[in-house]
């Protein structure tokens, strides 16, 4: 039977693959998967050698301390393409491991679908000759980045709507007068305040406890109902210290309907503040690593621009982010005062937001489509 090497690290990575397996696989059911994934992967027939717990990290120390794991899984990978005469990898996002073992699987013969393109028009874009060299298709989901790659030798991409759009438009499509009626809807007491502090158990020690502090402050000036988001993938005892300040605990099944009655949201930077965007919530990006992360980001990171996805998609900056040093309640309070006070600014981003919402088409099965077109011809000429 053909078989395909597919690598979803990280919890998003998981929601990325949600987003087009179930139609590869109608359209392979010639090939067996297997790789590195989450629960979910594994329920839909993904042999798992790793699960994506083991592999998830955030910030430059945490990669560093797993670099010997890494390198370990790495040769695993090859050993079992070679073993099992694989053909084909889905790598999806992951960036840090994936492209290294993209330049090792190239060299074996395994032809590698990148799935979400690196921002490397961000920063380290010699990750684009890495891609021209090693990737056989490359898949981007933000519009201009097509031309960016292509312009540094980077022959087949393939331009997809976000993945997220696939999951979630019939939800968007069912409510579309909700949001119509909700857009006209300025911050008004009690406010609800949904928390969406990540999926990596790091990203919950880092922003949780400050998130806490910032309820505490707010609370002596604001009526607020507090929900908090958990990942599936994270134990309950995780957020234990902080139950108390909360008033519900949203999983991960019922987020689009609390996000529908969200009026704002805290949210650790990453997938979930698009999330919030097509979901017209209103949203304060944050960002807080180690010390060591934040000297890496300063003295490294020749990039100046905004960092949420949400606000890259819109090219231009509809959330508020608050990034290491700036992220105190002091700030926060300045945020949701102005939005408070000043209606037509918080309304003005609630219009934002509609206009991104309707900017970004749904998949459709095109990402399964293109990527099966390639598996079932490569399998035809073997």
Not at 94 to 118: C, E, S, T
Not at 137 to 157: A, D, H, M, Y
């Amino acid at each position: 039977m053909n078989n395909c090497l597919i690598i979803a690290g990280e919890k998003s990575g998981e929601e990325h693959v949600q987003s087009f397996f179930g139609d590869l696989k109608k359209l392979c059911p010639d090939f067996s998967f297997w790789g590195v994934g989450g629960d979910w992967m594994r329920s839909q027939g993904v042999e798992l050698l790793f699960h994506l717990n083991d592999f998830s990290s955030m910030g430059f120390s945490e990669v560093v301390g797993k670099i010997p794991f890494y390198i370990k899984a790495n040769k695993l990978f090859l050993s079992e393409c070679r073993k099992r005469k694989t053909s084909f990898a889905i790598l999806v996002d992951f960036q840090d491991f994936n492209l290294r073992l993209a330049k090792a699987l190239k060299r074996i013969g395994v032809q590698v679908l990148y799935f979400v393109a690196p921002q490397a028009w961000a920063w380290r874009a010699n990750r684009a000759q890495i891609i021209a060299e090693s990737v056989h298709t490359l898949f981007s989901i933000l519009p201009f980045e097509e031309g960016w790659f292509q312009q540094r030798g980077v022959k087949n991409i393939v331009g997809v709507p976000h993945p997220l759009m696939r999951r979630h438009g019939a939800f968007l499509r069912q409510h579309k007068e909700q949001f119509e009626q909700r857009r006209k809807k300025d911050l008004r007491e009690p406010i609800n305040l949904l928390i969406l502090p990540g999926s990596r158990a790091s990203e919950i020690r880092y922003h949780l406890p400050f998130y806490v502090e910032c309820i505490k402050n707010l609370r002596r000036d604001y009526q607020l109902r507090i929900s908090l988001s958990r990942s599936q993938n994270l134990s309950l005892e995780l957020f234990q210290p902080y139950l108390s300040q909360i008033d519900s605990v949203i999983e991960e099944a019922d987020l689009p309907r609390a996000l529908l009655d969200t009026d704002l949201a805290f949210a650790t930077s990453g997938t979930v503040t698009l999330l919030t965007a097509i979901f017209e919530t209103p949203t304060i990006i944050f960002y807080r690593g180690s010390l060591f992360n934040q000297f890496i980001f300063e003295n490294f990171i020749q990039y100046s621009g905004p960092i949420g996805l949400a606000n890259l998609v819109a090219r231009e900056q509809i959330f508020p982010e608050l990034v290491q040093d700036q992220v105190h309640s002091f700030n926060v309070r300045k945020i949701i005062q102005n939005w408070s006070e000043n209606s037509a600014a918080f309304l003005q981003v609630r219009e934002k937001l509609g206009e991104l919402g309707r900017g970004m088409p749904d998949d459709e099965g095109l990402t399964a489509v293109s990527m099966a077109q390639i598996l079932n011809e490569g399998k035809s000429s073997q």
